[in-house]
């Protein structure tokens, strides 16, 4: 099983660092976790192009986490006319989004089956939503996924993913605080990518705004896990590798690793942190 950050940004632009968005490749299944930013461009450099990837799961529907998913549907389309529907896996609001995605891209589909025979022959943008509820799980070509709440109120509802293959464990937890849930997703998983934000430099940041822009940063720091927090959950579910994503504040690139420190206080495993396309493999 290997595990590629395909974008360790968040909502604010960087130019070295594409959105939300990670890779889980298991079983010769390709999983998009998330698709924020760029993550078409992140796939691109990782030799899976969108065609490859017939599962997505979505963590949740804040902008940042989803701002890419048409450039997945649509260049996976053009790129695989012949493929399977793509399979769109997210919390209860995905068939919403989902469907005023396609609506927003019934144009360009039109224009595309105008001008080109074969996609007239395979026909339009093929796509199926499957909403999941905590609990629920599907197996994906022997690949199994279970459904998991998280906690990233006033955003609800939201969901971390288990992917489980071969007598290995992956937990993507995307946005959310510490809870009995989350711990249930972790236990003894072989790799935890959690989203973490620095409490001490937003509110440094906070510190230098003024309102009401300061207020608004610091309200980012009720719904995240601290990296601090990250490694109080691996330690506490016996993880084997804590991965660090979705940096807030983003350092510099290079300096990633720096992000370690205070989650490997309380969690003696691996911890991974780095650039775009940072991978682990298990
Ligand atoms: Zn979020
Ligand atoms: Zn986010």
Redesign the pocket.
């Known amino acids: 099983m290997k595990i590629t950050l395909l974008g360790t940004g968040g909502p604010l632009p960087d130019a070295h660092r594409a959105g939300p968005s990670t890779l889980v490749e298991a079983g010769g299944q390709q999983f998009l976790v998330d698709s924020g930013r760029g993550c078409v461009m992140r796939l691109a450099a990782c030799g899976v192009p969108p065609a490859f990837i017939n599962t997505v799961l979505l963590t949740?529907l804040?902008s940042?986490?989803i701002c890419d998913l048409n450039d997945v549907v649509t260049t996976r389309w053009i790129t695989s006319p012949a493929s399977e529907p793509l399979r769109i896996v997210g919390p209860v609001g995905t068939r919403r989004v989902v469907e005023a995605l396609l609506a927003m891209l019934a144009l360009d589909e039109e224009y595309r089956l105008a001008h080109h025979a074969d996609l007239r022959t395979v026909g339009g943008m093929k796509v199926d939503v499957v909403e999941v509820n905590p609990g629920d799980a599907l197996s994906v070509a022997g690949v199994n996924v279970s459904a998991h709440r998280t906690d990233?109120r006033p955003?609800a509802p939201t969901i971390g993913y288990r992917i489980e293959h071969d007598g290995k464990v992956a937990a993507l937890a995307?946005?959310t605080v510490p809870c009995a849930e989350l711990d249930q997703m972790c236990s003894d998983a072989d790799v935890y990518v959690q989203t973490v934000l620095r409490e001490d430099m937003v509110r440094a940041l906070g510190d230098m705004l003024p309102a009401p822009a300061s207020g608004r940063l610091l309200d980012i720091l009720d719904?995240h896990s601290t990296v601090e927090q990250a490694g109080q959950t691996a330690a506490r579910n016996n993880v084997k590798h804590l991965v660090l994503t979705h940096y807030v504040p983003a350092p510099p690139v290079g300096t990633e690793t720096e992000w370690c420190q205070p989650a490997s206080a309380f969690f003696n495993g691996e911890i991974v942190a780095g650039p775009d396309l940072t991978s682990v493999t298990v």
Request: proline share 0%; net charge negative; hydrophobic share 10%.
């Open positions: 949740h804040h940042d986490h990233h955003v995307g946005d719904y």
